[in-house]
């Protein structure tokens, strides 16, 4: 395929008109092509050369080879060079060759455009006949040849970097800005393009746009644009990225990966390690190495990542040679780096993480003589310069190796493995591996260690979910799943497993709820080891609590996963009271139960004696098993009891003697000299349910408990009720008004008539003994009695007035002034009862005189 040629210069008057114009043209091109190549080929010489050069200094004006994109898509690969004077003796001339590249069509070979810079191809006026010759071939020029590339490169070592990462950029449109390359001569801006084209992907390296010359830059459309110092300056224009080789190189280092490993390919002249053409970093950094090229650690970290994809895929000569490069080289020329950053750049993990990463991935897939170099300074890095820890067997190293490591590593893996400002169940766990693969004993570090890891698992440092991590110790945390690497480390590891259990197993004896929440449902195999019985219980304490039955049951449950008896054991039993109660305490009845079944002597070694006794004192005051269980409290621990415990136990079990009708005396004064002489107040539901139980006495009526078919309490002695009414006691008379307000009181006044007498007469009996007294009997004389009264049939009310008849003179009278309609009746009624109580008959305590008149008695 002939290519069509266009030629350009000013030339004397022809068909085609005067001055500037195309002198030759093939065959076929169309005017549109023309009038775009136009604005192509321009070319303006520089302002600081001869203005009328003779024929020798014209050889030194700069040539200006292009290969521009064109509107069709194709190419228009020129070349502008400068002639002096035109026919007419005008300076100011110049001469175009250009060659039209239709959409997808390449030179002949396929050879790049850059190639064709100063081929003898390249005409300098128009062919004589006006026709163009044909082109088969470009032949290239000795200046674009290997050894004068390489000795390019070397002379701008500093340099290649920053352009191939700008190269790079634009290549891949995530910049689009024009490079500026400015030199002395426009052939040093050809060798630069050369050089591009060799590190970019072939393909790329085509579609390439350049000139190697324009005096205007700014208004130049290719992608990399060569300039002479005295050109148009655009370093203030933010549309380029401008390379002055004519002025003193940057300082700062290059971050981008491949564009510094590009440069140390060609500064170390081997360009043929481009020859793959795919531009891709990890190959290109891998061929780097095994070529024996040193590069920066972020360029040996690409070529470990890339490896360790292609490890069982590339020859064993050549990995071998890779390992021996990557575990001899240093990688120290940083040039300042402190982050690695990717092709494109983004930070990358560092050389460490990638050296261990390919380490793992080798260990047991080659030779061991392969890999063990590697694995080496892995170890070496992991231990010395807190590297990534790889996970490697057994027979990564050869036996010289690891001697050699154990002898140089074990100080500062004992060291760190003992660390306390790192998580003990990250880097010191794997490093615990490590001194397991280089046989360094670290027995005396485990039980210190092994604190550590249980301390962060039930403190909630150590977490198989990323960013949960809380290092609240509540079981509102939620349970925890226990990183793989630590049940790894459990189950190979018997001596740290051992002491691991046993800092749990205290943690759990310590804390039973809140190491429960943390390693409940955890995974930990504590079916491994014998004993640690708190820690069985925390660890297998969810799947009990989620069982059926009671909460005796779950007791018994919790108990039995300890493997060991609370008689052999009895702290167990303190373990698992707080796994089944960990926010509150067990009922009267369940407390009671657990004394009684497990005997005093365990609930004394055990600690729990405590809590039976805080389960009595903090049940609410209708609890029936609460009396009895404060019995059994005072006769189990008869001298072991605090003074604050002992007699609100006393009241407690009064109230059950008070409750069953036993035969005692004095209750109001014995149940004040108990509270009183208490060493602390005594809790508001003990004091509640010993009020309850002495208005019940008083008022004759039985326990909430108690069967409603219960027979009849009988009357309290008149002793007890004027002991109430005296010591004017607010707890007390506000629990027998409270207890009179209820409705077993209301429940026998209405059906009972004989017990609305005995009321009557308790509640009109001495009157002004104690104001406290006085506006409680009057408060239920009004509230309580009158209303029961006034709703009595007639054959009740004649009962209630017939026991009042019989029990004395004017109790009666006064009952009939009490129950009288309208203010007469009210009147009586406060005035009902005054009189002597040394006048009252014995037939029936409580009896009253009724007022005489003038309502004196």
Same mark, same amino acid.
């Given at each position: 395929?002939?290519?069509?040629?266009?030629?350009?210069?000013?030339?004397?008057?022809?068909?085609?008109?005067?001055?500037?114009?195309?002198?030759?043209?093939?065959?076929?091109?169309?005017?549109?092509?023309?009038?775009?190549?136009?604005?192509?080929?321009?070319?303006?010489?520089?302002?600081?050369?001869?203005?009328?050069?003779?024929?020798?200094?014209?050889?030194?004006?700069?040539? *200006?080879?292009?290969?521009?994109?064109?509107?069709?898509?194709?190419?228009?690969?020129?070349?502008?060079?400068?002639? &002096?004077?035109?026919?007419?003796?005008?300076?100011?001339?110049?001469?175009?060759?250009?060659?039209?590249?239709?959409?997808?069509?390449?030179?002949?070979?396929?050879?790049?455009?850059?190639?064709?810079?100063?081929?003898?191809?390249?005409?300098?006026?128009? #062919?004589?006949?006006?026709?163009?010759?044909?082109?088969?071939?470009?032949?290239?020029?000795?200046?674009?040849?290997?050894?004068?590339?390489?000795?390019?490169?070397?002379?701008?070592?500093?340099?290649?970097?920053? %352009? %191939?990462?700008?190269?790079?950029?634009?290549?891949?449109?995530?910049?689009?800005?024009?490079?500026?390359?400015?030199?002395?001569?426009?052939?040093?801006?050809?060798?630069?393009?050369?050089?591009?084209?060799?590190?970019?992907?072939?393909?790329?390296?085509?579609?390439?746009?350049?000139?190697?010359?324009?005096?205007?830059?700014?208004?130049?459309?290719?992608?990399?644009?060569?300039?002479?110092?005295?050109?148009?300056?655009?370093?203030?224009?933010?549309? %380029?990225?401008?390379?002055?080789?004519?002025?003193?190189?940057?300082?700062?280092?290059?971050?981008?990966?491949?564009?510094?490993?590009?440069?140390?390919?060609?500064?170390?002249?081997?360009?043929?390690?481009?020859?793959?053409?795919?531009?891709?970093?990890?190959?290109?950094?891998?061929?780097?190495?095994?070529?024996?090229?040193?590069?920066?650690?972020?360029?040996?970290? *690409?070529?470990?990542?890339?490896?360790?994809?292609?490890?069982?895929?590339?020859?064993?000569?050549?990995?071998?040679?890779?390992?021996? /490069?990557?575990?001899?080289?240093?990688?120290?020329?940083?040039?300042?780096?402190?982050?690695?950053?990717? #092709?494109?750049?983004?930070?990358?993990?560092?050389? #460490? /993480?990638?050296?261990?990463?390919?380490?793992?991935?080798?260990?047991?897939?080659?030779?061991?003589?392969?890999?063990?170099?590697?694995?080496?300074?892995?170890?070496?890095?992991?231990?010395?310069?807190?590297?990534?820890?790889?996970?490697?067997?057994?027979?990564?190293?050869?036996?010289?190796?690891?001697?050699?490591?154990?002898?140089?590593?074990?100080?500062?893996?004992?060291?760190?493995? /003992?660390?306390?400002?790192?998580?003990?169940?990250?880097?010191?766990? *794997?490093?615990?591996?490590?001194?397991?693969?280089?046989?360094?004993?670290?027995?005396?570090?485990?039980?210190?260690?092994?604190?550590?890891?249980?301390?962060?698992?039930?403190?909630?440092?150590?977490?198989?979910?990323?960013?949960?991590?809380?290092?609240?110790?509540?079981?509102?945390?939620?349970?925890?799943?226990?990183?793989?690497?630590?049940?790894?480390?459990?189950?190979?590891?018997?001596?740290?497993?051992?002491?691991?259990?046993?800092?749990?197993?205290?943690?759990?004896?310590?804390?039973?709820? &809140?190491?429960?929440?943390?390693?409940? &449902?955890?995974?930990?195999?504590?079916?491994? /080891?014998?004993?640690? $019985?708190? +820690?069985?219980?925390?660890?297998?304490?969810?799947?009990?609590?989620?069982?059926?039955?009671?909460?005796?049951?779950?007791?018994?449950?919790?108990?039995?996963?300890?493997?060991?008896?609370?008689?052999?054991?009895?702290?167990?039993?303190?373990?698992?009271?707080?796994?089944?109660?960990?926010?509150?305490?067990?009922?009267?009845?369940?407390?009671?139960?657990? +004394?009684?079944?497990?005997?005093?002597?365990?609930?004394?070694?055990?600690?729990?004696?405590?809590?039976?006794?805080?389960?009595?004192?903090?049940? $609410?005051?209708?609890?029936?098993?609460?009396?009895?269980?404060?019995?059994?409290?005072?006769?189990?621990?008869?001298?072991?009891?605090?003074?604050?415990?002992?007699?609100?136990?006393?009241?407690?079990?009064?109230?059950?003697?008070?409750?069953?009708?036993?035969?005692?005396?004095?209750?109001?004064?014995?149940?004040?000299?108990?509270?009183?002489?208490?060493?602390?107040?005594?809790?508001?539901?003990?004091?509640?349910?010993?009020?309850?139980?002495?208005?019940?006495?008083? +008022?004759?009526?039985?326990?909430?408990?108690?069967?409603?078919?219960?027979?009849?309490?009988?009357?309290?002695?008149?002793?007890?009720?004027? *002991?109430?009414?005296?010591?004017?006691?607010?707890?007390?008379?506000?629990?027998?008004?409270?207890?009179?307000?209820?409705?077993?009181?209301?429940?026998?006044?209405?059906?009972?008539?004989?017990?609305?007498?005995?009321?009557?007469?308790?509640?009109?009996?001495?009157?002004?003994?104690?104001?406290?007294?006085?506006?409680?009997?009057?408060?239920?004389?009004?509230?309580?009695?009158?209303?029961?009264?006034?709703?009595?049939?007639?054959?009740?009310?004649?009962?209630?007035?017939?026991?009042?008849?019989?029990?004395?003179?004017?109790?009666?009278?006064?009952?009939?002034?009490?129950?009288?309609?309208?203010?007469?009746?009210?009147?009586?009624?406060?005035?009902?009862?005054?009189?002597?109580?040394?006048?009252?008959?014995?037939?029936?305590?409580?009896?009253?005189?009724?007022?005489?008149?003038?309502?004196?008695?």
């Amino acid at each position: 395929m002939s290519l069509a040629q266009l030629h350009y210069t000013s030339a004397p008057p022809g068909p085609d008109g005067s001055g500037f114009r195309f002198t030759a043209v093939s065959p076929g091109v169309p005017p549109t092509l023309l009038r775009e190549a136009e604005q192509l080929i321009g070319y303006e010489p520089p302002r600081d050369l001869p203005a009328r050069p003779d024929a020798e200094q014209l050889k030194g004006f700069p040539k *200006a080879f292009s290969c521009s994109e064109l509107t069709d898509g194709g190419r228009l690969l020129s070349r502008s060079v400068y002639t &002096g004077a035109d026919y007419s003796g005008r300076w100011g001339n110049f001469h175009a060759h250009a060659l039209h590249l239709p959409p997808g069509v390449r030179l002949p070979d396929g050879a790049l455009p850059i190639t064709a810079w100063e081929s003898p191809r390249w005409a300098d006026a128009t #062919p004589p006949d006006g026709r163009p010759e044909p082109v088969d071939r470009f032949e290239p020029s000795g200046l674009l040849r290997r050894d004068g590339l390489v000795a390019f490169a070397r002379s701008r070592a500093d340099r290649l970097a920053a %352009f %191939f990462a700008d190269l790079r950029a634009l290549s891949e449109e995530t910049d689009t800005r024009q490079i500026v390359v400015v030199e002395h001569d426009s052939a040093d801006v050809a060798q630069w393009i050369a050089l591009a084209c060799t590190v970019l992907p072939r393909e790329k390296a085509h579609r390439l746009t350049f000139t190697t010359y324009t005096r205007r830059p700014q208004q130049a459309r290719q992608q990399i644009v060569g300039a002479l110092p005295s050109s148009e300056p655009v370093g203030h224009d933010h549309r %380029f990225r401008v390379h002055d080789c004519t002025a003193r190189a940057g300082a700062e280092p290059v971050a981008d990966t491949w564009a510094e490993v590009c440069a140390r390919v060609w500064a170390a002249g081997r360009p043929e390690l481009f020859r793959d053409g795919s531009g891709d970093l990890g190959p290109l950094a891998v061929a780097a190495l095994v070529d024996g090229i040193e590069l920066r650690p972020d360029g040996r970290a *690409a070529a470990a990542r890339w490896a360790t994809d292609h490890a069982l895929t590339l020859p064993e000569e050549k990995l071998t040679a890779l390992v021996a /490069a990557l575990a001899g080289g240093s990688g120290a020329d940083t040039r300042g780096q402190n982050t690695r950053y990717s #092709p494109t750049g983004t930070p990358l993990d560092d050389e #460490p /993480a990638a050296l261990a990463a390919l380490a793992a991935r080798l260990d047991g897939q080659v030779p061991t003589a392969v890999s063990a170099p590697l694995s080496a300074r892995v170890l070496a890095s992991a231990v010395l310069d807190r590297g990534p820890v790889p996970t490697l067997g057994a027979g990564s190293l050869t036996p010289a190796l690891r001697a050699e490591l154990a002898r140089d590593l074990a100080p500062a893996l004992l060291q760190s493995i /003992a660390d306390p400002t790192e998580p003990a169940a990250g880097r010191p766990l *794997a490093l615990l591996r490590v001194a397991d693969l280089l046989d360094v004993d670290c027995t005396q570090a485990l039980p210190e260690f092994a604190g550590r890891i249980a301390r962060d698992l039930v403190s909630g440092r150590v977490t198989d979910r990323a960013g949960d991590e809380s290092p609240d110790d509540s079981r509102t945390g939620g349970d925890l799943s226990c990183p793989p690497a630590l049940l790894d480390a459990v189950h190979g590891h018997p001596a740290l497993r051992t002491a691991l259990f046993a800092a749990l197993n205290a943690l759990a004896a310590a804390n039973p709820p &809140g190491v429960a929440g943390r390693l409940a &449902g955890s995974g930990l195999p504590v079916s491994l /080891a014998p004993g640690f $019985p708190h +820690l069985r219980m925390c660890v297998q304490a969810d799947a009990v609590r989620r069982s059926a039955g009671d909460q005796l049951r779950r007791f018994h449950d919790v108990l039995r996963t300890a493997g060991v008896s609370p008689h052999a054991e009895p702290a167990v039993l303190h373990t698992a009271f707080h796994l089944v109660w960990p926010d509150g305490l067990p009922t009267g009845e369940e407390a009671s139960l657990l +004394l009684n079944e497990l005997g005093s002597d365990a609930h004394r070694l055990a600690g729990t004696r405590d809590l039976l006794v805080a389960a009595a004192l903090a049940a $609410p005051a209708d609890d029936p098993a609460v009396p009895a269980l404060a019995a059994d409290l005072l006769r189990c621990f008869t001298t072991e009891l605090r003074a604050g415990h002992r007699a609100p136990l006393l009241l407690l079990e009064y109230a059950g003697l008070l409750d069953t009708d036993q035969d005692v005396e004095g209750w109001v004064e014995h149940v004040r000299n108990l509270r009183d002489g208490a060493a602390e107040p005594a809790p508001e539901p003990v004091t509640q349910r010993v009020y309850d139980a002495v208005a019940r006495r008083l +008022l004759a009526v039985a326990a909430p408990a108690s069967e409603s078919y219960a027979p009849p309490r009988p009357t309290a002695p008149e002793s007890e009720l004027y *002991a109430l009414a005296r010591s004017g006691d607010q707890g007390l008379l506000a629990a027998y008004e409270r207890v009179a307000r209820g409705d077993r009181v209301g429940d026998r006044l209405r059906t009972v008539p004989s017990y609305v007498a005995v009321c009557f007469g308790d509640w009109s009996t001495y009157p002004q003994t104690h104001p406290a007294w006085e506006a409680t009997r009057t408060a239920l004389l009004a509230k309580v009695l009158r209303p029961v009264v006034r709703g009595l049939p007639a054959e009740d009310q004649s009962a209630v007035e017939e026991v009042l008849r019989r029990t004395g003179r004017g109790r009666l009278d006064a009952y009939r002034a009490w129950n009288r309609p309208g203010a007469l009746g009210r009147l009586a009624g406060r005035l009902t009862g005054r009189g002597r109580r040394d006048e009252r008959q014995a037939t029936w305590y409580g009896d009253v005189e009724p007022p005489g008149e003038g309502g004196s008695g």
